[in-house]
T-cell receptor, first 116, second 112 residues
C-alpha cells in the first residue's frame, strides 16, 4: 500500500516571502501521479498542482512549483511571493491509476498561515 | 453551473441512528468517491464507484454503506455500526481516464 507523509503539521510565512512544504511518499509502483491540494477555511478542496512520475521536469503553476525527486520519493511544494489568500491546509496526495480506478491517498496535511 | 453538490452542509444526529449524506454531480463523471476527514488525519477513502450499480470498499468502509443507482448520485449512509461517525465528509468525482478529482463542499456530521 502507498503511504504519504507530511512532516510539518504547521508552518507560517510572511507575506511576499517564499515557503516550501515537504512531502515524502512510499510506493513500489512506477506509474503514478502526485498532487498538492489546498483546503482554505471554506473547506473546498482545490487542486494546486499535479506531477506525473514519468516526467522529469518539475511542474509549475504561476507562483506554485514543485521539487520532484523520484529516487528519494520526495515531492515538495514551493510557494513564491506568498499572499494572504494562500492561508490554508495543504495536502499532498498520491494516485496510482489502475484501470478506471483513480483513487487518491492523502497525507495528513500542513496548515500554512501567511502573516501580513 | 457544473459541479458537485453535497447536502446538507451541517447534519446532527443522535447516537444509534442511521444517517444518509447526499452527493450529486452534473459533470457526467463516471467515477465517484467518498472521503472522511478528521483533524490531523488527512482524507481517508471510504467507498468509491467507477460505474453505475458497482462500488468498492476503500480503506475505512466499516460502518458505512453506499449505493450507485444513477450516474449522478452516490449517497453515503453512516450506520449505527460506525463507532466514531462525527467527522467532515467529502464527496468527489472524476471523468474516466482523467486524474483530476473534483470535490464537493463537504458535510459536517455531528453525532450526539
Amino acid at each position: 500500500a502507498q503511504t504519504v507523509t507530511q512532516s510539518q503539521p504547521e508552518m507560517s510565512v510572511q507575506e511576499a516571502e517564499t515557503v516550501t512544504l515537504s512531502c515524502t511518499y512510499d510506493t513500489s509502483e512506477s506509474n503514478y501521479y502526485l498532487f498538492w491540494y489546498k483546503q482554505p477555511p471554506s473547506r473546498q478542496m482545490i487542486l494546486v498542482i499535479r506531477q506525473e512520475a514519468y516526467k522529469q521536469q518539475n511542474a509549475t503553476e504561476n507562483r506554485f512549483s514543485v521539487n520532484f525527486q523520484k529516487a528519494a520519493k520526495s515531492f515538495s511544494l514551493k510557494i513564491s511571493d506568498s499572499q494572504l489568500g494562500d492561508t490554508a491546509m495543504y495536502f499532498c496526495a498520491f494516485m496510482n491509476p489502475q484501470g478506471s480506478n483513480y483513487k487518491l491517498t492523502f497525507g495528513k496535511g500542513t496548515l500554512l498561515t501567511v502573516n501580513p | 453551473d457544473g459541479g458537485i453538490t453535497q447536502s446538507p452542509k451541517y447534519l446532527f444526529r443522535k447516537e444509534g441512528q442511521n444517517v444518509t449524506l447526499s452527493c450529486e454531480q452534473n459533470l457526467n463523471h463516471d467515477a465517484m468517491y467518498w472521503y472522511r476527514q478528521d483533524p490531523g488525519q488527512g482524507l481517508r477513502l471510504i467507498y468509491y464507484s467507477q460505474i453505475v450499480n458497482d462500488f468498492q470498499k476503500g480503506d475505512i468502509a466499516e460502518g458505512y454503506s453506499v449505493s450507485r443507482e444513477k450516474k449522478e448520485s452516490f449517497p453515503l449512509t453512516v450506520t449505527s455500526a460506525q463507532k466514531n461517525p462525527t467527522a467532515f465528509y467529502l464527496c468527489a468525482s472524476s471523468p474516466v481516464g482523467r486524474t483530476e478529482a473534483f470535490f464537493g463542499q463537504g458535510t459536517r456530521l455531528t453525532v450526539v
